[in-house]
């Protein structure tokens, strides 16, 4: 079996060919003039490797499965999972579809940190990788709080602050629409501190921006983030260092210029 890369994932893919000890297999990814991805895959056997992290990741990802007799679909970043229920009437369930499609072209999927239970629970047989740990390990020399900017993190930020050795704590949060959230101060002890918060998406930044701002309020020393998935919509790294975040600290999930911790080994160590 070789090595597949995807367009959303070459660095990351050879990082895990490295770490598995496993070939880069023979894949062109192309665009023909009016937009449409082209993909040629010379291969049998192959595990693919490319996050989702828009339409054409999709597309191409798809359409490199479907040309393999056997496929191993590794998708560090899995996007439309947070679409994991119809919030209303009529809504496509985009997780549901996703997983369809990916578990009727791959004996395997392998994911990182999907963004909730409901959305793995799509799938008939999933692996979804934790790279928290990585994220503690990270700051491990460092005098550091960890905080989670909602309740929904709490397990992530315990995780990472385990491996951090450090103390943590959470807020709660509560989402207004897709681009507003609202976070409550809670009495939490950051005055004087480096904190990071810690989540496991930084997508329009909302969350973590505001956060910010209450740790600030609460005479928190620097406050810089970290996650998995630096989605970064929208500007969002401006934002974020609008509101004095200090640092961003992502894995390579999403290969981007925060991108400093890798999950190479992780995803190497399962398949
Ligand atoms: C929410 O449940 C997630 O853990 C993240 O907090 C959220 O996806 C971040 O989104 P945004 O950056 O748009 O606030």
């Known amino acids: 079996m070789k090595i597949i890369p995807c367009p959303s994932s070459p660095l990351l893919a050879r990082r895990v060919a490295e770490a598995s000890r496993l070939e880069v297999g023979n894949a062109v990814f192309r665009r023909f003039p009016d937009g449409e991805l082209y993909v040629r895959v010379q291969e049998k056997e192959g595990v693919v490797v490319g996050s989702i992290n828009s339409n054409d990741d999709l597309i191409a990802l798809i359409f490199a499965l479907d040309v393999l007799d056997k496929a191993k679909a590794v998708v560090p970043y899995m996007g439309y999972a947070r679409q994991d229920k119809a919030f209303q009437e009529g809504e496509a369930v985009s997780i549901k579809i996703l ?3 990916l578990e009727s072209k791959a004996e395997e999927v392998i994911t990182v940190n999907i963004h909730s239970r409901e959305a793995a629970s799509h799938f008939k047989n999933l692996i979804n990788l934790d790279a928290m740990s990585l994220i503690g390990e990270h700051f491990a020399e460092k005098d550091v709080v960890m905080i989670s900017p909602d309740k929904g993190s709490l397990e992530r930020v315990k995780t990472a602050a385990k491996y951090a050795a450090c103390e943590w704590d959470y807020m709660e949060k509560k989402r207004i629409d897709a681009t507003t959230v609202e976070i409550t101060p ?13 989540d496991d998406i930084i997508s329009t930044g909302g969350t973590v921006a505001e956060a910010a701002k209450i740790l600030y309020s609460l005479g928190a020393k620097s406050v810089s983030a970290a996650c998995v998935h630096a989605v970064l919509a929208d500007n969002a790294a401006i934002k974020l260092f609008n509101v004095g975040i200090k640092d961003i600290i992502a894995t390579d999930t999403i290969e981007c210029a925060f991108s400093r911790i890798s999950v190479a080994e ?3 160590g399962s398949i």
């Open 266 to 268: 992780l995803i190497a």
């Open 99 to 101: 997983a369809e499609i």
């Open 186 to 198: 809670k009495s939490i002890d950051v005055e004087g501190k480096d904190v990071v918060i810690v």
